[in-house]
């Protein structure tokens, strides 16, 4: 791999300023006052990802680089805090019409993009959009709480780790604010290389909690995983068991497990203001070693990030999920 130096040297220049500049901050064409990086995610996919840039058309390369990401709050549910408190975001692609990865990946299919070059486009754009909150939060002088943000990685991402490695070197504080979300269809084949990942770059891993995952992959990560995400289907399926009576097996379920994946954080991803699930944990989680967490693509942010961040369905009604406004309101 060449030029990674210069390239390292073209991110921080672009990036020291960024919130200072329109020239690197852009909206999405046509859709979200989201921010883009079309020039940034060109510049360095044609050095990471150097032969498979190479071999995409014009087009391709054009959806691509508009890639950009959305956001789902992460907030503290149980035991119950004193006041809501938000204590991260996963970020999630998003291309330039706000359609969502399922979306994203039919379109590059179209358009003979690889997988592997959309999951680093958005991990580019998610580094990006991560750099620019922390720059505008210091501009307006308020203090950054040490927020957390996770992203999936699969397969497309551990088949070149030595492209991940660069990425991460290139955005070094992805080590004190990053946990890498363990996607569920990742195979015994790869526990060597995430092993590998975590012991040479201090990658923070959360593993994602479904019946998809192979359970003895699901075992053997257990003691890296710092966070526990309870996905979406399963949550509603929590939720059904609780509408049947079956509450208190919930709760023993899950002191068990704390105990058992020694894990001080579980998501709860897919809950609402207004779930009975999550005001029944709320009352009934009494566990302080391990908290528990709830993430949602509907919820309003609370301040402060209600200034910094929107909700999409403010804008279309069938896109669910926050955008990070940047910028762009004061260009």
């Known amino acids: ?135 505008q939060m210091e501009r307006d002088r308020e203090v950054m709480p040490s927020l957390t943000f996770s992203q999936n990685v699969d397969a497309n991402y551990l088949n070149y780790p030595r492209t991940l490695k660069t990425l991460l070197e290139l955005f070094p504080e992805y080590k004190e604010m990053f946990y890498f979300e363990i996607n569920e269809e990742i195979t015994e084949d790869y526990l060597t290389t995430i092993r590998a990942l975590a012991d040479d770059l201090g990658i923070r891993l959360a593993l994602d909690d479904t019946n998809k995952m192979n359970i003895n992959v699901h075992h053997q990560l257990l003691d890296l995983a710092d966070w526990i995400k309870i996905d979406f289907e399963a949550t509603a399926n929590l939720e059904e068991q609780l509408l049947s009576g079956y509450g208190e097996k919930i709760i023993l379920h899950f002191e068990e497990y704390a105990h058992g994946a020694r894990s001080p954080v579980i998501v709860f991803e897919g809950l609402s203001e207004t779930s009975p699930l999550k005001v029944f944990l709320e009352q009934r989680w009494k566990q302080i070693d391990t908290v528990l967490y709830f993430q949602s693509r509907e919820r309003t942010p609370v301040p402060p990030w209600n200034k910094y961040f929107g909700l999409i369905q403010d804008y279309h009604d069938d896109k669910y999920g926050l955008f990070y406004k940047g910028l762009i309101d004061e260009q």
Not at 17 to 26: M, R
């Open 1 to 135: 791999m060449q030029n990674v130096e210069e390239l390292q040297q073209y991110v921080d220049s672009l990036t020291k300023e960024l919130v200072l500049t329109s020239q690197t901050v852009v909206a999405a064409p046509g859709c979200l006052p989201a921010p883009c990086f079309p020039e940034i995610i060109m510049k360095v996919l044609g050095v990471v990802t150097e032969h498979e840039w190479e071999d995409l058309t014009d087009r391709a390369r054009n959806y691509l680089k508009w890639i950009t990401v959305k956001a789902e709050a992460i907030d503290e549910l149980a035991p119950r805090p004193m006041h809501t408190t938000t204590r991260g975001f996963e970020l999630l692609a998003i291309d330039r019409d706000g359609n969502s990865f399922g979306e994203i990946v039919e379109r590059s299919q179209e358009l003979g993009i690889p997988s592997v070059l959309v999951r680093f486009a958005s991990l580019i754009a998610t580094f990006l959009t991560v750099r620019l909150l922390r720059q």
